[in-house]
């Protein structure tokens, strides 16, 4: 048994975390951005400022911002695709959480080796250019998480 400061210090080098600077996004998931981008910009008042296919994950995404946070809607390109099987399966709603992180390859090792299953192994391309990885929902109390690492700012 190690005394109390000591036990603090392991912990605190074993948890040494990524630290996430902030929520990068919201995911939602939507079955047409040309029906739900009016609620955003008409009702909550946000402006849409970028509309773009990700191919990769056979997505259109809307962007809005809100403080340093965006809300990312969703609208499948295809409906074998991830928002497609989403929306048959639970209807339109939050997607997943995206974290700002430092440091990706770093954050990425760090939750494997505690333990949590990774969907991507490896960053990979996402919208507006930001590198991305998902956790699986499976390992983190059911939230679909991704990190997210802006090279360009
Ligand atoms: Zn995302």
Do not use: W
């Not at 047409?32 to 955003?40: N, Q």
Request: charged share 25%; with cysteine.
């Amino acid at each position: 048994m190690l005394p109390r400061n000591q036990i603090s210090i392991y912990f605190c080098r074993k948890f040494k975390a990524m630290k996430p600077t902030h929520i990068e996004h919201i995911g939602i998931a939507v079955r047409s951005l040309e029906e739900s981008i009016p609620y955003y910009e008409n009702v909550l008042g946000l402006k849409c400022y970028a509309v773009e296919e990700v191919k990769d994950q056979r997505v259109k995404t809307a962007f809005f911002m809100v403080g340093q946070t965006k809300i990312e809607l969703l609208e499948s390109t295809d409906p074998e695709g991830p928002i497609g099987k989403f929306i048959e399966k639970k209807g339109e709603g939050i997607h997943h959480l995206a974290f700002a992180v430092e440091n990706l390859e770093e954050a990425l090792s760090e939750t494997a080796e505690k333990g949590i299953q990774l969907i991507d192994q490896k960053p990979r391309a996402g919208a507006e250019g930001l590198h991305i990885a998902f956790l699986h929902p499976k390992s983190t109390f059911g939230v679909l998480t991704e990190f997210c690492e802006n090279k360009n700012k």
